[in-house]
């Protein structure tokens, strides 16, 4: 599974079915999360803090990205790699913001349903769909993640070894977005133990940003207007 979908998975409530965090959290994070599969893999690389396409044949300075084999098409990472390569240097956290939508989140869920990960239950009320859950149907992928996750937070603070990129990826975006908080609410100092897991790491603070500027944003009051004048609002 991508790093996306590994978080999509832990961000359902396994027996209910829908998400343990607010759609605008979960939306910025599994764009990160698309991101950062981008450079892990290859296909893209960070300069400067900023995102660019990776030339055919060059080599990738990206820390843990993936060299010399070629790379599976992957119709959501290809979409996702076209548009940075349509515009190069973008910032990483306004990359995030562009990748977002509700439309990412129901193309991963889909796929979780078609690899049996996920059920689909609906609730119909007089003919009209009221709503709909995604409860876990297998039970093994969230659990191998959730551990994969849990040994990482535990050896932290005492090997200082770090985990693998994929893992401290997932772990430092699930972290941003506020899902590592709930799933590991019983952990001691999560958020030393995060850090010491991701240090380094750019995918947990663009998320972070992105999230931020988009709650900044809804926050903002629309000022009054007295009529006087003829002008649109800017």
């Excluded at 070629?70 to 562009?98: F, K, M, N």
């Excluded at 709909?132 to 005492?158: Q, W």
């Excluded at 401290?168 to 899902?179: G, S, T, V």
């Excluded at 958020?191 to 988009?214: E, F, H, L, M, S």
Aim: proline share 8%; charged share 20%.
């Amino acid at each position: 599974m991508r790093i996306a979908d590994e978080l999509l998975l832990l961000a359902i409530h396994p027996a209910g079915g829908r998400p343990v965090i607010g759609a605008a959290k979960l939306d910025l994070a599994l764009s990160g999360a698309i991101l950062a599969e981008l450079v892990l893999s290859g296909r893209a690389y960070l300069e400067g803090g900023r995102v660019r396409p990776r030339p055919p044949g060059a080599a990738d300075v990206t820390p843990g990205a993936v060299i010399g084999r070629s790379l599976a098409r992957d119709p959501e990472l290809d979409e996702a790699l076209a548009q940075i390569v349509r515009s190069p240097g973008v910032a990483t956290d306004r990359w995030v913001a562009v990748l977002s939508g509700a439309a990412l989140l129901l193309r991963l869920r889909n796929g979780l349903i078609g690899q049996g990960i996920l059920a689909e239950e609906e609730q119909w009320i007089l003919g009209v769909l009221r709503s709909s859950s995604h409860p876990e149907l297998n039970p093994l992928p969230r659990r191998e993640i959730v551990a994969r996750l849990d040994a990482a937070l535990a050896s932290a603070p005492l090997d200082g070894i770090a985990p693998d990129p994929r893992t401290a990826m997932l772990l430092e975006i699930a972290h941003a977005c506020d899902l590592a908080r709930i799933l590991f609410s019983a952990t001691p100092d999560l958020d030393g133990r995060v850090a010491a897991v991701t240090a380094g790491g750019w995918a947990g603070p663009a998320v972070a940003r992105a999230i931020a500027r988009k709650q900044a944003a809804v926050s903002v009051p629309i000022p009054a207007q007295d009529g006087s004048s003829g002008g649109s609002p800017t």
